[in-house]
């Protein structure tokens, strides 16, 4: 088996391979996780990566290479199953789709996005639903469906948990922990879903050699959806602070003079994105295993061991935003 861990530019995506190789390694797969990119990389000194003697240690191979180079990183290996959580396009999943079929793999699972999926009237997101059809994941799911390999796909959200390094519940943290405001875009009831990597994991490894994936779509996110302020509230609990929030129109005229930009202000989409892994309980028999409220516990306490909280940070967008709106 292979899983590739993704290239630093796709964080989510590494943090899943992590999980996934650990989790595949304690039921007695043989794993190798292959990541894009140098050993060398300063980026590698970064989580997960800087984890990975924990995966050596539970007897996973690591190997450093790029996808177009799968033969050259993994000389003379073969794979029973190949999982692609770094590509997103033809460009780059096609030479990890050649070199599966290269080594006569029985199965390859990507890991695509629920971005994929056209705007709804009718959330949450369930498999089936209409999708971008010039999407690059889009396609690439297209591709395997003509493989002849048996493949899934599955289509994540927003991922945080253990070995994370992208900025998410950390956002609210970061103004929690100096008594600032957390300004939200919109009126706050927006739905999404947030869910542990270990959860995201654990369901791509239900589908490993079972036959009840062939062929399919997964919504691979955690077992409910939650709002922005609620999300908000749920950070404030889990740090024990008070919580006080902004709530404001990206599109009013005073934001937008600021010089504001509305997806770097905000780490989550400000619309209903919400999905539900229906597919996945009914077919795999998979149920997650974190609730929101342990997974915030877990990285708050995480954010207090690294010492983020008293480091200086500028908050420009913030102050950008409530000047605008006089606050």
Not at 58 to 83: I, N, S
Request: hydrophobic content about 45%; charged content about 20%; proline content about 6%.
């Amino acid at each position: 088996m292979v899983a590739g861990a993704g290239a630093p530019n796709r964080r989510h995506a590494a943090n899943l391979g992590f999980w996934l190789s650990k989790q595949l390694a304690a039921g007695g797969h043989g794993v190798t996780i292959l990541t894009v990119g140098e050993e060398s990389s300063e980026k590698m000194k970064k989580t997960p990566f800087s984890l990975f003697g924990e995966l050596r240690a539970a007897g996973v191979a690591t190997a450093w290479g790029e996808p177009a180079a799968l033969a050259a990183a993994l000389p003379g290996q073969a794979f029973d199953v190949v999982v692609d959580n770094n590509g997103k396009d033809l460009e780059s999943v096609g030479p990890v789709l050649a070199y599966a079929q290269s080594v006569r793999a029985a199965q390859f699972l990507f890991v695509s996005s629920a971005g994929v999926y056209k705007t709804s009237d009718e959330p949450p997101h369930v498999e089936g639903d209409a999708v971008k059809a010039d999407a690059g994941h889009v396609l690439v799911e297209g591709a395997l469906a003509a493989s002849g390999l048996a493949w899934a796909a599955f289509r994540p959200q927003y991922l945080s948990g253990s070995g994370s390094n992208k900025d998410c519940e950390e956002y609210f943290f970061d103004r929690l922990a100096r008594g600032r405001p957390i300004c939200i875009p919109g009126s706050g009831v927006q739905l999404t879903t947030v869910s542990h990597a270990e959860d995201v994991a654990s369901m791509l490894a239900a589908a490993v050699g079972n036959p009840a994936a062939a062929g399919r779509v997964f919504n691979a996110v955690g077992g409910r959806g939650v709002t922005l302020l609620g999300f908000a509230k749920l950070c404030a609990q889990a740090a024990g602070l008070p919580l006080a929030t902004v709530l404001y129109d990206p599109k009013d005229a005073r934001v937008v003079a600021a010089g504001v930009d509305a997806k770097k202000a905000f780490p989550f989409r400000p619309v209903h994105f919400y999905a539900e892994p229906r597919a996945a309980r009914a077919l795999l028999g998979w149920a997650p295993k974190w609730s929101m409220e342990a997974l915030l516990a877990e990285r708050w306490a995480h954010y207090q061991a690294s010492g983020r909280g008293g480091k200086e940070k500028a908050f420009p967008d913030d102050d950008a935003i409530l000047a605008a709106l006089g606050k």
